[in-house]
């Protein structure tokens, strides 16, 4: 079992940065596909950023050149430097694992979710 604790949000101006930190326990950190995702209100989940187990990562259009993800194995950590800020970055933040599971094999395992606001 994997639990996932996120910490770093809060209220930022346009323009500003924050980082992310979200820590693991439970299951082989290294062998997880890490990723953040956000949800605005009255919107859906979307992917921010994904990192392999190789460090190969992904993002989307909307967030890439501003934010990086990365991870730091011996810590059980993985991280996401957000810089431009943009209002419409505004949402809460939730630390992903696609983690391998004993009983139920691969599945996705979340953090409780941070919340990162904006201001114009």
């Known amino acids: 079992q994997v639990q996932l604790v996120e910490s770093g949000g809060g209220l930022v101006q346009a323009g500003g940065s924050l980082r992310l930190s979200c820590a693991a326990s439970g299951g082989a950190f290294s062998a997880n596909i890490l990723g953040w995702y956000r949800q605005a209100p009255g919107k859906q989940r979307e992917l921010v950023a994904r990192?392999?187990?190789?460090?190969?990562?992904t993002y989307p259009d909307s967030v890439k050149g501003r934010f990086t993800i990365s991870r730091d194995n011996a810590k059980n950590t993985v991280y996401l430097q957000m810089n431009s800020l943009k209002p419409e970055d505004t949402a809460v933040y939730y630390c992903?694992?696609?983690?391998?599971?004993?009983?139920?094999?691969?599945?996705?395992?979340w953090g409780q979710g941070t919340q990162v606001t904006v201001s114009s």
């Open positions: 992903n694992a696609y983690a391998f599971n004993t009983y139920t094999g691969w599945r996705d395992y």
């Open positions: 990192i392999g187990t190789g460090g190969t990562t």
